[in-house]
């Protein structure tokens, strides 16, 4: 059975870390596109970042970069992403997805990305 399974969530202050998980089941992540994605409360979902599947390239968007870092376990079948410096404006709950796409990540649409996982919530207090 084909899964993502997210986990590392919690409470944290601002400037706090938090290292999320993204494990793959059914699957090798190697041969996928890894994009992690968050949502707020009343938001709209928004990109984070990705990791290419064929040269293992990676993206950050503006609200990652400089304080985030994706990352790819190959033998756990896991990718990460290590969130340091984190604000209350992070708060939201952190999914990963999967697309069969190659290339440059950042230019995979989010609908392309078609198996998700359930998501975790991180909750920055200020």
């Known amino acids: 059975q084909v899964q993502l399974v997210e986990s590392g969530g919690g409470l944290v202050q601002s400037g706090g870390s938090l290292r999320l998980s993204c494990a793959a089941s059914?699957?090798?992540?190697?041969?996928?596109?890894i994009g992690w994605f968050r949502q707020g409360t009343g938001k709209e979902r928004e990109a984070v970042s990705c990791i290419a599947s064929d040269d293992d390239s990676v993206y950050y968007g503006k609200n990652a970069k400089g304080r985030f870092t994706i990352s790819r376990d190959n033998p756990k079948n896991v990718v990460y992403l290590q969130m340091n410096d984190l604000k209350p404006e992070d708060t939201g709950v952190y999914s990963c997805a999967r697309s069969s796409r190659v290339g440059e990540c950042m230019r995979i649409p989010e609908y392309a990305y078609n198996t998700w996982g359930q998501g975790t919530q991180v909750t920055v207090s200020s």
């Open positions: 059914g699957f090798r992540l190697t041969t996928y596109a």
